[in-house]
């Protein structure tokens, strides 16, 4: 009896500390919530509180509106379309550039590979003003071609060393059978590896969502027309350079632009802890 006593003690502990724990890291986003529901003055006269004393909609329909006559929704098309086409060229190259380092042997592989992984330590700032350059030369900037085309030339570094991990967990076995019944590297490729590898790719696909859905520095250097702007943009255009913010819009959309992301890491949650466990990395 004492025995279970201390067990539902410790229990109850337990339980008491992960929900304190989790609603203090989910509080910002509660707060984030609630305050785009609040009339403007009460945003900061009662931050405090989650519970608005009146719900204001008002936050939303004046952020959707958007401001120059560019509602929010185009922000919202900009910023889907980059990453649409991002995630899937992050997809194609990263597999096949993954598939040559994993099974192909060819000359100067290890250098390459080298050069791959010393790319995963090299900080954006240093190649942010020669891509600036070249993309200006050749007139891409004020496009969306420095967005989306890096990701069909060079790819994601890590996520290239993800799905390298990922098929080198796969039995070579698989090749040299495909190879006795007349495959080449390609259709092995296709019809092999890639079907094998889709918890990499899920996991590939999400992070790259989120990473490029977030991304502030790259639209913000080379997209100089408003109409053209993503959703991170537009967020810091409510944002007046004297120091006036329209903060209820702002949270209103602010609470928006979450809810992709949000919604895609609870549909696929599972994909992405099963991909990322099934790597190889430790």
Not at 190 to 207: E, G, H, Q
Request: net charge positive.
């Amino acid at each position: 009896m004492k025995t279970k006593s201390s067990k539902r003690i410790r229990d109850i502990i337990y339980y008491v500390f992960v929900i304190s724990l989790g609603f203090t890291m989910l509080y910002p986003v509660l707060w984030l919530v609630s305050s785009s529901l609040k009339p403007e003055p009460e945003i900061f006269g009662n931050a405090v509180s989650l519970i608005p004393s009146e719900i204001d909609w008002m936050n939303y329909v004046e952020g959707w509106a958007g401001f120059g006559g560019i509602g929010f929704g185009t922000y919202f098309r900009n910023t889907f379309i980059i990453v649409g086409i991002v995630v899937i060229g992050t997809l194609l190259t990263g597999s096949v550039v993954a598939y040559g380092f994993a099974r192909l042997e060819f000359r100067g592989k290890a250098i390459l590979f080298a050069c791959l992984m010393a790319t995963l330590m090299l900080p954006i700032q240093v190649t942010l003003i020669p891509q600036y350059i070249v993309f200006n030369n050749i007139g891409w900037v004020n496009t969306f071609y420095p967005l989306i085309i890096p990701a069909f030339v060079g790819g994601q570094p890590f996520f290239i060393f993800l799905m390298i991990q990922f098929i080198r967990g796969i039995p070579k076995e698989l090749d040299e059978a495909a190879i006795v019944d007349g495959a080449t590297k390609m259709q092995i490729f296709w019809k092999i590896i890639l079907p094998l590898l889709k918890p990499a790719l899920v996991t590939v696909a999400i992070f790259s969502f989120m990473w490029t859905w977030d991304d502030f520095m790259g639209p913000l250097i080379y997209l100089n027309n408003a109409s053209l702007h993503t959703v991170s943009l537009a967020l810091r255009n409510f944002m007046d350079a004297t120091g006036s913010t329209n903060w209820g819009p702002l949270l209103a959309m602010s609470t928006l632009s979450i809810i992709p992301q949000i919604v895609l890491f609870l549909i696929f949650q599972k994909q992405i802890v099963g991909g990322i466990a099934t790597t190889g990395l430790k």
